[in-house]
């Protein structure tokens, strides 16, 4: 089992290609994304610009010696000011280490770096089918709440999406008058 040797750490610059190649497998063999062309590392590292060691906004890697074999990541979900306080993660893992605990260690990190922030709740857009990806977000308190049917096009077909929310926060009561 690798969870034992799974370390998670915050990425930095030198983690990038890692990342590039993870995701650039899942651009190439999969439909878990809707990207279509593999993303240069340019891109990626403007990408990263986004992210910081603290606030909203994280990528943390997970590494088994000194290979990163995952990434997860608190993003930001929508663009106007009124949603500052939700975030939208994902976690992509190397193909082999899938299964094997990584994903989980990435978010409990993750989720316990987000504790104390400004955040009200949490965002995954999963396309389907990934029995794997459902499984790991609802252990982590996701419970779907839409089912998007043909949202997006790769590999010549359209595939569903269904969307998860997890709380963060508790809800600030409305006043009236």
Known sequence: MIHARVHVRLATDDDLLAINDIYNHYVAESHVTFDVEPVSLDARREWFSHYSAAGR?????????ERVIGFASSSRFRPKPGYLTSVETSVYLAPDATGRGAGSRLYETLFRSLEGEDLHRAYAGIALPNPGSIALHEKFGFKRVAHFTE????FGRYWDVAWFEKALSESIPTVKG
Not at 151 to 154: E, F
Request: no cysteine; aromatic share 8%; proline share 0%.
């Open 151 to 154: 949202q997006g096009r790769k």
């Open 57 to 65: 906004h994280r990528v943390f890697v997970a590494s088994d010696g």
